[in-house]
């Protein structure tokens, strides 16, 4: 039996949140260069993005360039700021065609302006669409949007608009970038690594983690399945008995 005929339509994870990591050694296995397999990996968000929309998961929030990656050699960073406008353009109205929502989370103002103009004119065309919400993190750490929220929320405590005995875990939710996101059930990364690197730290308090070996650009939608069936068969406690 296919993992897609073994998935419980009935019990599919709400949120799936994927870290896309890989591209790179991918390429080197080719022999080609980073970029190539950056170019490579955009087809695999295309495949998952897809699948997901299909299946009926209403969130995919997709880790696809992190505030430590400002950090690598500029020739990548251009190269990737460039991959994001070019790959906007030619999907955004297929996108909006299979009725998908476009949203980001992370730190808009470091992207370059065609970035931004870019993303915002997507967001736009596709803000009414119901079936999937398609987030992106770009120039997104944990730690920056904790740190972020918490200004905010310290601001407002300043203002006199909030007491500090409000301060529960809803209210900090509200403050961050996925504040109208629900919580991810499940989080795939693949390439083999087993960490979060920066990656919804708040969000993920009880996710399910699923790590696969495979490296994004051959993550095609039967390992999505494949991840979608062990996370029906894992035994969610919540602390409880
Ligand atoms: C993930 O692939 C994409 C980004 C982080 C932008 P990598 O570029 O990290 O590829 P590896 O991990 O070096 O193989
Ligand atoms: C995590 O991958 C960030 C993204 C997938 C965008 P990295 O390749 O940057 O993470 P590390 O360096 O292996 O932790
Ligand atoms: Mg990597």
Redesign the pocket.
């Known amino acids: 039996m296919s993992y897609k005929d073994q998935i419980d339509t009935s019990r599919l994870p709400q949120h799936i949140a994927i ?3 890989g591209n ?1 050694r991918w390429a080197k296995k080719q022999g080609k260069n980073r970029v190539f397999g950056h170019t490579e990996g955009v087809k695999s968000v295309r495949r998952i993005t897809e699948a997901c929309a299909k299946l009926g998961v209403p969130y995919l929030t997709l ?4 505030t ?2 400002w950090g690598r050699p500029p020739a990548e960073v251009t190269a990737l700021m460039e991959l994001l406008v070019h790959s906007l353009r030619k999907e955004i109205k297929s996108l909006n065609d299979q009725n998908i929502r476009l949203n980001t989370i992370g730190d808009m103002n470091a992207l370059p302006p065609k970035c931004v103009r870019e993303l915002n004119d997507g967001m736009n065309l596709t803000q009414n669409n119901q079936r999937l919400t398609l987030s992106l ?1 770009l120039s997104y750490s944990s730690r920056w949007e904790i740190t972020n929220a918490v200004k905010q929320i310290a601001e407002e405590v300043k203002q006199g608009k909030i007491e500090p005995a409000q301060i529960n875990e809803q209210l900090i939710s509200g403050y961050l970038s996925t504040h109208n996101l629900p919580d991810p059930e499940l989080l795939i990364r693949t ?1 083999g ?1 087993q ?1 979060i ?3 919804l730290l708040w969000q993920i308090a009880y996710t399910e983690l699923y790590f696969t070996e495979k490296y ?1 650009p051959e993550f095609n939608e039967e390992e999505l399945y494949r991840a979608i069936v062990e996370y029906q068969n894992r035994d969610r406690r919540f602390g409880k008995l």
């Open positions: 870290i896309m990591d790179g880790y696809a360039f992190s430590e990656n993190a390439s690594e960490r690197s920066n990656y994004w």
